[in-house]
C-alpha cells in the first residue's frame, strides 16, 4: 500500500480540535482506502479497519510532496489522534499556502515583465534626442534674451519644429544647461 494523494477534505474540519480532526483523517482515510479496494458499501467490520491501520503504519514512503500527511496518517493510526490531527491541520495549511504562492509568483513574473517592457518604452523615448540635440538647445537657449524657462522652450520647439511632448525635454535639458 502507498500514500496516495487524499482525497478532497471539507474544509471546516480543519477548525475541529486536534484528537476530534485526527479522527475524522483516520475516518476518512480508511473509507478512502475500502472504497479504492472495492469493499464499501459493505459494512467495515473492526477487523478491516485494524488491516487498514497496519497497512499505513508499515508504509515508508519518501515522496517530499507527502511526508507530512504521511507522518499525520501513521501518528493517527498508531492511536495519537491529537499529535495527527496537530501535523494534519499544519499539512494543508501548508499545501494552501503552497497553492496560492504558486498562482501569485507567476502572477508577479508576468507582472515584472510588463514593467520591463513598459519600462524601456519609456526609457526609448527619452533616448529620442541626440546629444548633440540637447547641446544645440543649450546654445540657443544662451542666446535668447532673459525670458523664462517655459517660453524658451516654447521657442525652441517651434523654431526646431518638435512636437509639444518635447517641451518636458527641453525645459530638463536647458535648465542643466
Not at 494523494?5 to 483523517?25: I, S
Not at 540657443?140 to 520647439?157: C, D, F, K, N, Q
Amino acid at each position: 500500500m502507498e500514500v496516495l494523494p487524499f482525497q478532497p477534505f471539507r474544509v471546516e474540519w480543519l477548525d475541529l480540535p486536534d484528537d476530534q480532526l485526527g479522527a475524522r483523517l483516520l475516518t476518512e482515510w480508511a473509507c478512502y482506502r475500502l472504497m479504492k479496494n472495492g469493499v464499501l458499501p459493505q459494512p467495515v467490520t473492526p477487523e478491516l479497519l485494524q488491516k487498514i491501520r497496519d497497512e499505513t503504519l508499515a508504509v515508508d514512503d519518501d515522496d517530499p510532496r507527502f511526508l507530512g500527511l504521511g507522518k499525520a496518517l501513521h501518528l493517527v493510526c498508531g492511536g495519537e489522534a491529537a499529535r495527527g490531527g496537530k501535523l494534519f491541520r499544519e499539512y494543508m495549511i501548508g499545501e494552501a499556502r503552497r497553492q496560492v504562492d504558486r498562482k501569485f509568483a507567476a502572477e508577479g513574473i508576468k507582472h515584472q515583465k510588463q514593467v520591463r517592457r513598459w519600462s524601456g518604452r519609456g526609457a526609448d523615448a527619452r533616448r529620442k534626442y541626440s546629444d548633440t540635440d540637447k547641446a544645440r538647445w543649450r546654445q540657443m537657449a544662451a542666446s535668447l534674451p532673459p525670458m523664462s524657462m517655459g517660453s524658451a522652450a516654447e521657442h525652441i520647439r517651434k523654431k526646431e519644429e518638435l512636437p509639444k511632448s518635447a517641451l518636458r525635454t527641453i525645459r530638463r535639458v536647458i535648465s542643466k544647461g
